[in-house]
């Protein structure tokens, strides 16, 4: 069996890897910090109607989303989680009102499994009877719930060193004043000890950052207590999020997209003109996403096996080590390259983003493409200056229509580029489109197949649609619009059979997951009589008004039009007419068969649809057979 | 493989018009001839040559006329000395006349096949079409290709013609436009496809190398719903063109061994990793898939059996407009789609969908499943693609898009909220504007500059070129990039000098610094794109007098560590001044050593020797002021026995006529040169090493 037999998924040589996979292999680890207080719990939505969705579950929701989407990206990173303002309270350091949340069979800080992702995604269901919640922060009381958080958070993070890998710690909350019920000295001093505790932790390397949840008639006031405490400053703050959306599931796409970290592919040189050279980070904003590589196992044990590789020479059957030397038949003779040779071949240029010049953007076709496209962003990190420039080049091509060609000398495969210069897009869940430029892959001539003169014939000039025919289809364009189309809004149903498959597997269940494919076409809608109108005048105009029937007597013409066939046919019926003359129970009771020649033996097997060779003897026990005798 | 084979005859205008771009007509047949080596054994080729001085063709002999057409090779299967005519074209003295060519070609084909393996034949005509052709015995020109075109038909020749044309200014306007529409009268009347190049590095890409058969990925309905569907045929549009896979050597065969593959195989075996000696079998393998830190086994049968397995089929979603569909979505190569050929309703319904969607800038979505069993479906955008050839029919191109799982938000920050330092002024916006504007390349006389169409991958030019240059000559080197092959890779000097102006402009309104690195940053990052600015201005010569003083201005008061690539020179200055610890001296040397290496190492043609010298000569100075002469004159000896034999030599010789020689004792006690083996660097050093 082939998993994969288009290699749709999979790569097609070391090399080509360098390009779907991100330098950046930085890990990291992230403790997901849930405010777990009843007011949590609260209806989210202004809308009466919207009661069942609390912010409590809208941050469960988007968790969950990034839990599964590690485990398929098959990140190392590792995940912890923890409630605070809670009831019940589980950590190592003993402390109240917090709740690390764990499964069987994995530390608290530890790669995602298909168990914690299962377990979680119900948690909120027995969440009052198992954890519960409550106000950890109430006067009276030196409870400081939010500071014991962020220590066992701090705690958790503990391992792993700072240098190799990111911590992060994401705090979900909708209180933008939890000291606001307590007065006097003990809220400065309980404000004072949480942001030490919020210091140090940024200290060891540790970022902390906020995700609010709000409802829209109360926005999130980060200037009250949080901007001290992420040390956020002046313009900063107003920048922070731009103000809750009207729908709650727009704050979730704005949670989820602020829970992924950037990670840049790497930093090139862009060279404009006479040595100015700014630089640029590139980022994979879109590849393929394949269900990852496999393992051999033992079968027996099911434990993975090494693989080892060993070169022997095709003609004495030798070991040998590693060629670096390759060669290429050619005119009846070997052509040898040595592997600096090979390289040397290939590098047409210094890895440096050449521009070459610019041209409109309706020279840049709809078959100029290759692959998917890479994101560049400026960056001011070792070249100061080069932000400026890029956004001033980015403004006057926007403005003037242009694209920029450029030649990109990258190591894996040197090639003209398109940078096609992207303005920001925002909608009503944050940032749709960020500003930048997409460098798209153009393919060279020898990339390109002129297909279409395949089939042209030097006389016949073809049909073209007349007025009428377009306007007919015009018509039906605008029946079967989509309306709000935007790309990507389907699941790859592949992937996410593939994915609940394992997740099934992986917790023992038999119960193989339905996907539902969201990549078919709405049936119903498509059945609506405005559709079907604007379909059928369309066939008509363009196919005339018996094109099925034509359709099928073509259809009909093909299946019996062979020779053989036909005769095929006729004689099957010849075979059954005379087949019926005979009593054939009759003749089979009184061992009369043997009687009959084998012709009318044939008869009979042919018109029974039974192989018609083999001897005299082989006919009649055929015969007998099928009569039941 | 036969199945495929194609006969080609290659029809060449060497006259007088033609010598400029004869050497890359040269290269891109060779290609043609090389490729057809390799990848199709069994191809036939022909050449012939018009505009030549002799004459040799067989209808010459036999009916009289065709002049100065040499049938250079008649058609035959190609072979390894089919690449050697085409490397050392005769050049012509007399005007080319292509229809004679074309009858010369026809003919050839004729007496070779007859009647056999129609539709296989093509003929490649490459000339400037510059020069009038005769005028025939009996009736007009246009008869003449009438008639012609009759017999390309009869016989099933399909004919290629690039006509190559620089901007010259003088040509005789008037017969250009006679030939031209001479040749476009053969698009119409026979199957012929008329290329027009105005650059040699376009000539290169406008010529089919590689002969590919296309095989349809998908072949039935375009199912607009249930009921209404279209026949299509489905191809790929642009498939990449890998670097030829190279097969690993090994020397082990005995010299004696006719029958030696000289291959080297991979072999895999699996081992259990408690006894690393036990191999295991396959039957005993299962594969085990990933979910986080889980490794599921599953086997084959077992995953046939659950697996995802969509029905076989092409079904429209909807259409959409076309703004919705961002460009930089397209995920893939592109397919195209054809109507059934010969299906007249197909054509005319495809048609109709594509002009609706091309007059309502519409497009359509599409799932498609190309064919049962296949794992996964496809969600992609259909586009238009209306012909502008009368006997070709219109068609759609189909892009793949992503799924949710295949796109990352990141989110990135507005450039409106970057601090106004960053924001250029409007003076900066005007100079960037003017450049975006000026570095046109849809020049509005003459065709787009690096059209893809018509634009060779140079990479592979490089491995064929070096591949017939080791066929000959087997201890060559690698050769450097074409010069019109640079075209590609480098922006066009010209273009650039053009708009100087434009261009200092722009230099003038931004400037640009170079950080000092921080000590932690890996040196890794700076590998590979060492003398990168410096290459820029070998290429530009003069500006780079410009950039030093403007990049100047901060690099005296901030602690230099690090010699960057923008002025090198001054960074080493700075850190040779810095007296904040005395390993700076060293450090600085021993960088600028490195930079100074690396430059070289990337000069192409002399074009960083500039640049070197400034540095070397820096470098000289400040060894001479710190008393470390023995540092320079080892490294500048190093230089000259790592390179003396390689094309690096010619630097050498530079280096006397700019003063820069070993460090003698009279300019600093601790070298141990004279005075006069200074002077004879490097005559002496020779002497002295051997």
């Known amino acids: 069996m082939d998993l994969d037999p288009e290699g749709l998924f999979r790569d097609d040589s070391d090399s080509e890897s360098e390009f779907y996979q991100e330098k950046d292999f930085t890990k990291e680890f992230v403790v997901y910090l849930v405010d777990a207080s009843p007011k949590m719990f609260g209806a989210a939505g202004s809308d009466e109607d919207e009661k069942t969705d609390t912010h409590f579950h809208v941050a469960i929701n988007c968790i969950s989303q990034s839990l599964k989407a590690q485990i398929i990206g098959s990140s190392y990173d590792e995940v912890a989680v923890c409630f605070f303002n809670t009831k019940e309270k589980k950590n190592l350091q003993d402390l109240n009102g917090v709740y690390v949340f764990n499964v069987t069979d994995r530390e608290c800080l530890d790669r995602p499994t298909a168990r914690l992702i299962k377990e979680f995604f119900y948690v909120e269901d027995t969440f009052m009877s198992n954890i519960g919640s409550r106000y950890g922060i109430v006067s009276g009381s030196q409870e400081n719930s939010l500071y014991n958080a962020l220590w066992v958070a701090q705690a958790l993070l503990r391992k792993g060193s700072s240098k190799s890998v990111s911590k992060r710690i994401l705090l979900f909350t909708n209180e933008d004043d939890p000291f606001g019920s307590i007065t006097g000295a003990t809220k400065t001093d309980m404000i004072r000890m949480t942001l030490q505790r919020a210091k140090d932790a940024q200290d060891l390397g540790i970022s902390i950052e906020l995700l609010p949840l709000s409802r829209p008639d109360e926005g999130f006031n980060v200037s009250i207590f949080y901007a001290e405490l992420l040390g956020l400053e002046g313009d900063e703050i107003s920048h922070f999020l731009p103000s809750a959306g009207e729908k709650l599931e727009d704050m979730t796409d704005q949670l989820r997209k602020r829970m992924f970290k950037k990670r840049k592919v790497k930093t090139i040189r862009f060279s404009i003109a006479n040595g100015i050279c700014i630089e640029v980070n590139t980022y994979a904003l879109i590849r393929s996403t394949s269900p990852g590589s496999i393992m051999w196992l033992d079968s027996i044990t099911n434990l993975p096996l090494k693989t080892e590789r060993s070169f022997v020479c095709a003609d004495t059957g030798a070991l040998v080590e590693e060629p670096r030397i390759y060669f290429h038949p050619y005119k009846n003779e070997i052509i040898k390259f040595s592997t600096d040779e090979l390289s040397k071949i290939k590098k047409v240029s210094n890895g440096q983003l050449h521009l070459l010049g610019f041209k409109p953007l309706d020279c840049l076709k709809d078959y100029h493409n290759l692959r998917p496209s890479t994101f560049i962003f400026p960056t001011d990190e070792e070249v100061v200056g080069s932000t400026r420039i890029f956004i001033a080049l980015h403004r006057s091509m926007l403005r003037l229509q242009r694209f920029a060609l450029a030649f990109y000398g990258s190591l894996y495969r040197p090639q003209l580029v398109a940078l096609v210069a992207q303005d920001e897009i925002t909608g009503s869940s944050g940032q749709v489109e960020p500003p930048g430029m997409h460098m798209i892959y153009l393919p060279y001539s020898d990339d390109i197949r002129h297909v279409e003169e395949l089939h042209m014939s030097a006389d016949a000039i073809a049909p073209r649609a007349t007025d009428d025919q377009i306007k007919k289809a015009s018509a039906l364009l605008r029946r079967i619009d989509l309306k709000d189309f935007s790309v990507c809004q389907f699941t790859n149903p592949a992937l996410q059979r593939h994915y609940g498959i394992l997740q099934a597997l992986a917790l023992g269940e038999d119960e193989m997951p339905d996907i539902k494919d969201e990549t078919l076409p709405d049936e119903e809608g498509l059945s609506r009589p405005g559709i079907v109108r604007a379909l059928q005048e369309f066939k008509i105009s363009v196919y005339g008004e018996n094109y099925d029937q034509e359709e099928a007597n073509a259809a009909a013409a093909k299946g019996c039009g062979s020779e053989a066939s036909r005769k095929r046919k006729a004689m099957a019926e010849t075979a059954a007419r005379e087949s019926a003359s005979y009593d054939w129970a009759d003749l089979a009771e009184n061992g009369k068969l043997k009687d009959l020649t084998v012709v009318e033996l044939k008869y009979y097997l042919t018109a029974h649809n039974l192989p018609v060779t083999g001897k005299k003897e082989a006919l009649i026990s055929r015969i007998l057979t099928h009569l039941g005798k | ?690």
């Open chain 2, 1 to 690: 493989m036969a199945r495929n084979k194609e006969a080609v005859v290659l029809l060449l205008d060497v006259g007088p018009s033609m010598h400029s771009v004869l050497p890359e007509v040269e290269r891109v047949c060779s290609m043609l001839v090389q490729k057809k080596l390799i990848f199709g054994k069994s191809d036939e080729v022909g050449f012939v040559l018009f505009g030549t001085d002799d004459t040799y063709n067989e209808l010459q002999k036999e009916v009289g006329g065709y002049e100065h057409i040499v049938v250079l090779r008649n058609i035959g299967v190609v072979d390894g000395n089919a690449v050697g005519f085409l490397q050392n074209l005769p050049r012509g003295n007399f005007p080319g006349d292509f229809i004679d060519a074309i009858v010369v070609g026809i003919d050839l084909l004729i007496k070779k096949f007859g009647p056999t393996n129609k539709g296989k034949q093509r003929i490649c005509l490459i000339t400037d079409a510059k020069y009038p052709i005769k005028e025939p015995y009996e009736g007009t020109k246009e008869d003449q290709v009438n008639t012609i075109s009759q017999m390309m038909q009869t016989h099933g020749i399909r004919l290629d013609c690039i006509v190559i044309r620089e901007k010259l200014p003088g040509a005789d306007l008037r017969v250009m436009e006679e030939n031209d529409s001479l040749l476009d009268q053969f698009s119409r009347k026979a199957i012929a496809k008329i290329v027009h190049v105005d650059s040699p590095t376009s000539l290169l890409g406008a010529l089919k190398t590689r002969n590919i058969s296309p095989v349809t990925v998908f072949r039935g309905d375009l199912e607009l719903s249930s009921t209404m569907k279209i026949k299509v045929w489905v191809y790929k549009k642009t498939s990449e063109e890998k670097f030829p896979t190279l097969k690993k050597y090994s020397g082990k065969a005995h010299s004696s061994d006719k029958f030696a593959t000289y291959e080297v195989k991979v072999d895999y075996e699996y081992k259990s990793m408690e006894d690393p000696d036990k191999v295991v079998p396959p039957e005993q393998r299962i594969r085990g898939y990933r979910y986080g830190p889980q490794v599921v086994p599953i086997s084959s049968a077992e995953w046939e059996a659950v697996k995802f397995k969509p029905e076989k089929g092409v079904k429209l979603l909807g259409f959409t407009d076309a703004s919705n569909i961002l460009r930089h979505y397209y995920m893939k190569d592109v397919y195209i789609f054809i109507p059934e050929p010969g299906n007249q309703k197909a054509i005319v319904a495809v048609s109709a969908i594509a002009r609706a969607m091309k007059d309502m800038n519409k497009s359509a979505i599409l799932r498609c499943v190309w064919r049962q069993g296949q794992g996964n479906v496809v969600i992609g955008v259909l586009r238009p693609n209306i012909s502008s050839v009368d006997n070709i029919p219109d068609s759609f191109y189909f892009n793949v898009l992503p799924f949710v799982e295949d796109v990352r938000e990141f989110q990135f920050p507005s450039f409106r909220s970057f601090p106004s330092s960053w924001q250029p002024n409007e003076q900066q916006q005007e100079a960037a504007d003017n450049l975006v504007k000026m570095l046109d390349l849809t020049p509005s006389e003459g065709e787009e500059v690096l059209q893809p169409d018509y634009t060779p991958n140079p990479v592979l030019e490089r491995f064929y070129h070096f591949l017939d240059l080791k066929s000959k000559q087997p201890d060559a080197d690698v050769p450097p990039l074409d010069r019109n092959l640079r075209g590609i890779t480098e922006p066009d000097p010209a273009v650039f000098s053009c708009h100087k102006s434009v261009i200092d402009n722009f230099h003038k309104n931004f400037e640009l610094k170079e950080k000092p690195k921080k000590k932690k940053s890996s040196k890794r990052a700076w590998r590979g794109k060492p003398s990168a600015s410096s290459e820029e201005e070998g290429v530009d010569g003069e500006a780079s007098g410009f950039q030093s003083s403007n990049l100047m201005k901060d690099s005296s008061n901030i602690n230099v560590e690090k010699i960057g690539n923008l002025n090198p020179v001054q960074d080493f200055e700075a850190m040779m001044a810095r007296r904040d610890s005395s390993k700076w001296v060293s450090k600085a040397i021993k960088e600028m050593q490195n930079h100074v290496s690396d430059l070289l190492e990337n000069s192409y043609e002399g074009d960083a020797y500039s640049k070197a010298i400034e540095c070397l000569l820096a470098l000289r100075k400040g060894c001479i002021l710190e008393q470390e002469p023995k540092e320079f004159n080892r490294f500048l000896l190093g230089l000259y026995e790592k390179w003396k034999d390689t094309d690096l030599a010619n630097f050498f010789e530079l280096l006397s006529s700019k003063n820069i020689t070993l460090i003698s004792q009279k300019e600093a006690p601790d070298s141990n040169v004279t005075e006069e083996d200074a002077k004879n660097f490097p005559v002496k050093a020779e002497l002295k090493s051997q």
